[in-house]
């Protein structure tokens, strides 16, 4: 399928559209403020998917390599859309502190349990955009937060911070819906 879509045949093309997609669009739809835009990046997403087939090289998982490549065009429209996002709030976030942080506020799994995959999408979206991205890219895509304060150009206290940010959030958002099945301890 792979050498299909690189000598251009339009049905290699299709399939590997159809296949991929809904990958595509779990990724995007966890970044985009809405899914109108998170349909739009699906899309460029994969214009520079079929632009750069022919630079796979074969070491790795072909899907981490299209995650990578989907992760980044989301990056680049969340930085478009707000240029200052990350550049202009450089917290000073002291080593001290982020040991504080280790092992940051836990919530009991039955109450993530209770909501559907929507549901915790609806989540997410309540979150402020960097806490969002730095919970997306540590949880979901699996980087580091030394390979997050590379991407986002942060420091990686910073984003200790912000993922230690939005756990504290999303835990106070579940307690307010839940407040008697959820609780702080393990």
């Not at 339009?10 to 559209?17: D, E, G, I, N």
Request: hydrophobic share 40%; proline share 3%.
């Amino acid at each position: 399928m792979i050498n299909g879509c690189i000598r251009g045949d339009t049905r290699m093309q299709q399939a590997f559209y159809y296949h991929f997609y809904p990958m595509l669009m779990r990724i995007c739809i966890r970044y985009a403020p809405n899914r109108e835009d998170a349909e739009q990046w699906v899309q460029d997403s994969f214009l520079k998917l079929f632009r750069n087939l022919d630079k796979y090289e074969a070491w790795g998982s072909f899907e981490g390599w299209i995650k990578s490549i989907v992760t980044r065009v989301c990056l680049d429209h969340i930085r478009r859309s707000n240029t200052t996002a990350f550049e202009v709030e450089q917290h000073t976030v002291t080593t001290d502190k982020i040991e504080l942080l280790a092992d940051d506020v836990p919530v009991r799994n039955e109450a993530l349990q209770k909501y559907s995959g929507e549901a915790v999408l609806q989540l997410l979206k309540k979150l402020p955009e960097k806490q969002r991205v730095v919970l997306n890219l540590y949880v979901y895509e699996a980087y580091s937060h030394k390979e997050i304060a590379e991407m986002l150009r942060i420091s990686e206290n910073y984003s200790h911070w912000l993922l230690h940010q939005a756990k504290k959030t999303l835990a106070a958002i579940i307690n307010t819906s839940h407040p008697k099945s959820v609780s702080h301890e393990q």
